[in-house]
């Protein structure tokens, strides 16, 4: 299979706590990027992490990101009812295509 | 709004059709990249383009055409349509010059489409 896996398949979570997702992948990679998708509606960029960067931060967003365990993870910190959707990750290969993960469905109960 | 625009937003059609979705990407980007998306097999990449020209492939059926036109605007052609094909398609697309992995990639808000 050409994709990822991210873990948990699911999360469920109350508003205010924090959300972590996470992304194996196979190949050795450039860069990694989180997605967002709301049910059935197109994708939103959240963030790009290089392979030569080990973390990144962007607003309630934090990335890791472990080229030697080829894994990456996603932190939602005080979650809101908003942030209900699915989370993918998706990196290139030597090409320029972006191969996904099977995604994380999170639903932050209000 | 994410600038790249989908037509139309949802398709029901029978098998064995042929059907043809739309895709405009953002003003100035010259890829554009289409996937599918299908609750069985997730999200799949399918074929990307580049000012016109074919760039990459995935795991697009030979039944599944796609082309760019001179004004950047690509379709992607399903024909010999099977209930298997209902999937949401999306199309995607990058300013950035086609080898080079892109920085961001921006949806459409995909085409919802359903074999009957």
């Known amino acids: 299979s050409q994709q990822g896996e991210e873990d948990p398949q699911a999360l469920s979570i109350q508003e205010g706590e924090n959300a972590t997702m996470n992304c194996s992948y196979k190949?050795?990679?450039?860069?990694l990027q989180w997605y967002r998708q709301n049910s059935g509606r197109g994708l939103v960029h959240l963030i790009l992490?290089?392979?030569?960067?080990r973390e990144k931060h962007s607003g309630r967003l934090r990335v890791t990101l472990d080229t030697s365990k080829k894994s990456s993870s996603l932190l939602i910190t005080a979650s809101r009812a908003a942030d209900t959707a699915s989370y993918f990750c998706a990196t290139d290969e030597d090409t320029d295509k972006l191969i996904f993960g099977t995604g994380t469905r999170l639903q932050v109960f209000p | 709004d994410s600038g790249v625009t989908q037509t139309p937003k949802h398709l029901i059609t029978a098998t064995g059709q042929r059907v043809t979705l739309r895709c405009s990407p953002r003003?100035?980007?010259?890829?554009v990249y289409w996937y599918q998306q299908s609750l069985d097999q997730g999200l799949q990449f399918l074929i990307q383009?580049?000012?016109?020209?074919?760039?990459a492939k995935g795991n697009i059926l030979e039944r599944f055409s796609a082309q760019q036109f001179p004004d950047l605007h690509s379709e992607l052609n399903l024909s010999s349509l099977e209930l298997g094909d209902s999937a949401l398609y999306f199309c995607a697309s990058s300013a950035e010059e086609g080898s080079v992995f892109p920085a961001e990639a921006f949806f459409g808000q995909g085409t919802r489409l359903t074999v009957v």
């Open positions: 190949t050795s990679i450039n860069n």
């Open positions: 003003s100035g980007d010259l890829s």
């Open positions: 992490i290089r392979s030569n960067e």
């Open positions: 383009y580049y000012n016109g020209e074919e760039r």
